[in-house]
């Protein structure tokens, strides 16, 4: 079948429209895709930065609870007169009621001066001991295991037993005047703030 010039005259309208409708759809089809891609661009850009939100609030929840902790830590060493001056006093009077209730023949010690731990002092707090030299006649090494616990459950510092040596004592006419001595060195340590850091302030 032959087309002719009328033929294609009128044709003509129809393949204009149908060219036109061909580059709408490729523009159409183009530009979707680039709607796409550009979606999942802001796609993936939101959940980039909700994980990164996620993980700042994470991280805050951490830090909120790391600080409640050491809050209440810092509270309850407070309470038990670990932070702040040495109270010697309390020591001494802590020694003489352990010995009545437990029934100690006889129980003497020596404080050394209060000295720095390490080098340097933890923010604006350091850690302070004071050395003591215990000596305990005692019945049987449960006394000097129930002298301990006590001072470790009651003091108020922290107690760092160094070292605890116990001999039989020679030349006992009487047992009731104890067979066993104790001689041990015990840390009684304290956190309170720095003597660099008040000299700074002033």
Same mark, same amino acid.
Do not use: M, P
């Given at each position: 079948m032959k087309v002719g010039r009328r033929d294609l005259s009128r044709l003509w309208p129809s393949l204009l429209a149908a060219a036109l409708m061909t580059a709408l759809g490729g523009t159409a089809i183009v530009v979707s895709g680039e709607r796409v891609a550009a979606a999942r661009t802001a796609f993936s850009t939101a959940r980039a930065e909700r994980n990164a939100i996620d993980g +700042? %609030? =994470? /991280? %805050?929840? &951490?830090?909120? *609870?790391?600080? /409640?902790? +050491?809050? $209440?830590?810092? &509270? @309850?060493l407070q309470a038990d007169g670990v932070i702040g001056e040495e109270q010697r006093l309390e020591w001494v009077e802590l020694l003489k009621e352990i010995r009545d209730q437990r029934r100690l023949i006889e129980i003497r010690y020596e404080f050394a001066p209060q000295h720095a731990l390490g080098d340097a002092p933890v923010e604006s707090f350091g850690l302070?001991?004071?050395a003591m030299k215990l000596q305990a006649r005692l019945l049987h090494e449960e006394d000097?295991? *129930? %002298? #301990? !616990?006590? #001072?470790? =459950? =009651?003091?108020? $510092?922290?107690? =760092?037993? +160094?070292?605890?040596?116990?001999?039989?004592?020679?030349?006992? !006419?009487? $047992? #009731? @005047? &104890? #067979? %066993?001595q104790a001689d041990c060195l015990i840390d009684w340590i304290t956190l309170r703030e720095a003597v660099e850091s008040k000299r700074g302030a002033r």
């Open positions: +700042k %609030l =994470q /991280r %805050l929840r &951490g830090e909120e *609870h790391e600080i /409640r902790h +050491k809050a $209440a830590l810092f &509270g @309850q302070y001991a004071s000097l295991i *129930h %002298l #301990l !616990d006590d #001072l470790r =459950q =009651q003091a108020r $510092a922290l107690i =760092q037993i +160094k070292r605890c040596d116990v001999t039989r004592r020679t030349n006992v !006419d009487d $047992a #009731l @005047q &104890g #067979l %066993l």
